[in-house]
């Protein structure tokens, strides 16, 4: 079956200027992460979304960084006012159920600001 | 929160011969550990996994290891071939949280 999927997946932008990152997880999917994945670094929890409960935004670095998920399903997460150390790859998993299940990644956006 | 450290950061072996990933964690309520594999331009992919009731998983040429006293969980990958070739990363998960918590990765290259 389809897998989560990320769009886009190069992302070039200049400094300053907002991004939205898109991922669609997989389909009855309840639980979605995002993760930020730095060169050479491991992945950086950044958000978290369960069905219908507040989201957990305790890794979310600053107030630049927002995201949203709609309907239950595709999210979007949005760095507005972006700087060179927002440059990474941007990670989205998602999960049949929170915490101890396996979390599917998709391919990733990488963000360049220049 | 918990602190995830993985060793060593590269490894190269040769093919046919056996590879050890090591990692410790700092929350002694942590109960899952999955093992990602990456390759180039994707997204990290689970490999094996276990949990905090079982000491050792072994899936064909892939195993796990557990110790919860030490904090300290280990990949072994036997008769490595070249597709082995990636960058692995450990995690760990505690009850009550909701994200998983990543080592560095340690990359992986097989010598043909």
């Known amino acids: ?114 | 929160g918990e602190n995830v450290e993985q060793h060593p950061s590269t490894l190269s072996v040769q093919e046919g011969d056996s590879a050890v990933i090591k990692c410790t964690y700092s929350d002694s309520a942590s109960n899952y550990f999955p093992w990602y594999k990456q390759e180039l331009g994707k997204g990290p992919q689970l490999i094996i996994d276990i949990r905090s009731n079982v000491g050792e998983k072994k899936d064909q040429r892939i195993a796990v290891t557990l110790n919860k006293t030490a904090k300290h969980f280990s990949l072994h990958i036997t008769e490595t071939q070249p597709e082995d070739s990636a960058v692995y990363f450990c995690a760990a998960s505690t009850t009550g949280a909701n994200n998983l918590f990543f080592g560095t990765g340690t990359r992986l290259t097989v010598i043909p």
Do not use: M
Not at chain 1, 17 to 34: F, Q
Not at chain 1, 35 to 48: A, C, D
Not at chain 1, 90 to 100: I, K, T
């Open chain 1, 1 to 114: 079956g389809a897998g989560v999927s990320q769009s886009p997946s190069n992302k070039v932008t200049e400094k300053g200027k907002d991004v939205e990152l898109r991922c669609d997880p997989i389909s009855g999917h309840t639980a979605l992460y995002w993760y930020r994945q730095s060169l050479g670094q491991g992945l950086e929890f950044l958000i978290y979304f369960q069905g219908n409960s507040a989201p957990d935004k305790s890794g979310l670095p600053s107030d630049r960084f927002s995201a949203e998920r709609t309907g239950g399903s595709v999210s979007t997460l949005t760095i507005q006012r972006t700087q060179q150390e927002d440059s990474a790859v941007y990670l989205c998993a998602s999960s049949l159920a929170p915490g101890r299940y396996e979390q599917y990644f998709g391919p990733g956006t990488r963000l360049t600001v220049t």
